[in-house]
């Protein structure tokens, strides 16, 4: 069995990572720094998923996956009114845009040979928003585009879910005001950030234990997360 999970170099996608290696995976890594001595059953890849032919090219040497886990993301924590073009298209390219070509793209060569699970790392942020607003959309839109998946290229055995974290302790949080940290734990039932292993607990459960039955659905993990 084999697992390709975008962005798993660290954070909750390393986690998701040594999980699958632990239930049997060969599992490919895609990453723009690489790991520098991955661990046995982890091959690491250097491609910036940003620009979609080169990850294209990798996914061909890879060959079809049972798994493909969708983790790779940014988040700024600027004001929407200072987004540049360049700023949106960014982060569109990583977060959304490469995440569902390489989707769809994997779904028909999944479909072909009797099928498969993809995984995608959304957010509460596409539910609730978010104040990097290109961060939120680009998790609303992924967490659709698992759904058009699974509408399309259900019935022919490919999975498509999301996982809907609210914020998770890993270096994406490194960024944020320890205020405003403070306030977004007060925010959840436990009165604290998710951790990047939970997350991987439940993205190693669509990815493999799940019932076929939930396809093009969302798993909820923001601890009763109350913004206001
Ligand atoms: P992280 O910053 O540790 O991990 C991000 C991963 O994406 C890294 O492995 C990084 O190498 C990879 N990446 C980023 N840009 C890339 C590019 N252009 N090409 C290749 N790889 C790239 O943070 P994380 O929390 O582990 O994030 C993983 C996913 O979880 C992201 O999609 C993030 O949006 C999502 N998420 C995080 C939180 C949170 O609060 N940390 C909450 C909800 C969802």
């Not at 940014?74 to 490469?98: C, F, K, P, V, W």
């Not at 076929?212 to 997360?225: A, C, L, P, T």
């Amino acid at each position: 069995m084999k697992a390709i999970i975008t962005g798993g170099n660290r954070g909750i996608g390393f986690e998701v990572a040594k999980r699958l290696v632990a239930r049997g995976f060969e599992v490919h890594v895609l990453s723009r720094s690489g790991l520098e001595t991955p661990p046995a059953g982890i091959t690491a890849w250097k491609v910036d998923v940003a620009d979609y032919e080169s990850l294209k090219a990798v996914l061909d040497q890879i060959g079809v996956p049972d798994v493909f886990v969708n983790n790779a993301g940014i988040m700024n924590t600027r004001a929407a009114a200072d987004y540049g073009r360049e700023h949106i298209q960014e982060i569109l390219d990583i977060n959304l845009i490469s995440a569902v070509r390489a989707s769809v793209d994997l779904a028909d060569r999944m479909a072909a040979v009797g099928g498969g699970r993809i995984v995608s790392v959304a957010s509460v942020a596409g539910q609730i928003g978010h104040p990097d607003i290109w961060y939120g959309i680009s998790k609303a839109g992924l967490i659709n585009a698992m759904r058009s998946i699974a509408r399309s290229h259900g019935a022919r055995g490919v999975i498509a879910n999301s996982v809907a974290p609210g914020p998770v302790d890993t270096d994406m949080m490194k960024s944020i005001p320890e205020a405003r940290k403070a306030r977004l734990k007060s925010a959840t039932i436990s009165q604290r950030f998710c951790s990047a292993e939970e997350v991987a607990d439940a993205i190693l459960w669509l990815a493999t234990d799940a019932p076929v039955y939930i396809n093009g659905e969302v798993v909820d993990m923001n601890n009763g997360v109350n913004y206001r």
